[in-house]
């Protein structure tokens, strides 16, 4: 089953407005998660990775006012996407490791953000 | 640079048809190499993780082999309900922060 729940599955926003998506880990504790971006037939882009307790660490060209991360327990972490635009619009996806060091990255459903 | 190239990038089989995906890498030092699946609309699914050339991995009708350059995912007798996006994910030996470098993918559709 589901290790990793992401929560809208979809969302449609108006442009200026701003959007959180969860991600929780279920039945384990992550200290740490993965949030990506997914252009429709491209690869998976790591944006940022989330720290419980601590600032998240965001990818080169990510920008961490327009996209951020709350760590705030053991079990959860929400990116807001503030002041979103069209060109937000994208496919966005969470992920934690259940396990240590090199055990593989469990993903969430993914979040669709379109905005009008 | 860490680099993942998949191909092909789409891959049309009868039911029944087996076949191979390959993922070719460029890493300074394999920490693992991941195979995941991924249906449309969803988020990945991990199917296997290999660490070191010569090792294979085997679920159902998948099999993933993985050499000092590439690995491959094998598809034996596919059924229609194998129709998905498989990627292929590296990790290198330098890295700290469990940053995987994603392949573009190689999107299969299996006909009946």
């Known amino acids: 089953g589901a290790v990793v729940s992401q929560h809208p599955s979809w969302v449609i926003c108006k442009s200026g407005t701003s959007v959180k998506i969860e991600c929780r880990s279920l039945d384990f504790q992550a200290t740490t998660m993965f949030w990506y971006r997914q252009f429709p037939k491209q690869s998976l882009m790591l944006m940022a990775t989330?720290?419980?307790?601590?600032?998240?660490?965001?990818e080169q060209g990510v920008e961490k006012d327009k996209f951020l991360i709350n760590h705030a327990s053991l079990t959860l972490s929400t990116l807001t996407v503030t002041s979103a635009h069209p060109e937000d619009s994208s496919f966005y996806i969470c992920s934690a490791r259940r396990g240590r060091d090199n055990s593989p990255l469990h993903f969430g459903n993914g979040t669709r953000l379109t905005v009008t | 640079e860490d680099q993942v190239t998949q191909s092909p990038e789409a891959l049309r089989l009868q039911e029944g048809e087996s076949s191979s995906l390959n993922c070719s890498y460029t890493v300074s030092g394999l920490r693992g190499l991941f195979w995941y699946r991924q249906d449309p609309g969803k988020g990945p699914e991990f199917l296997f993780t290999l660490y070191s050339a010569g090792e294979e991995k085997e679920k159902e009708r998948l099999k993933a082999t993985l050499t000092k350059k590439e690995s491959f995912l094998h598809i034996t007798a596919p059924k229609p309900e194998d129709s998905a996006t498989y990627l292929c994910?590296?990790?290198?030996?330098?890295?700290?922060?469990?940053?995987?470098?994603f392949g573009s993918g190689t999107r299969l559709l299996v006909r009946p």
């Open positions: 989330s720290n419980e307790g601590s600032k998240a660490t965001y």
């Open positions: 994910a590296v990790r290198g030996l330098m890295d700290s922060s469990y940053k995987l470098i």
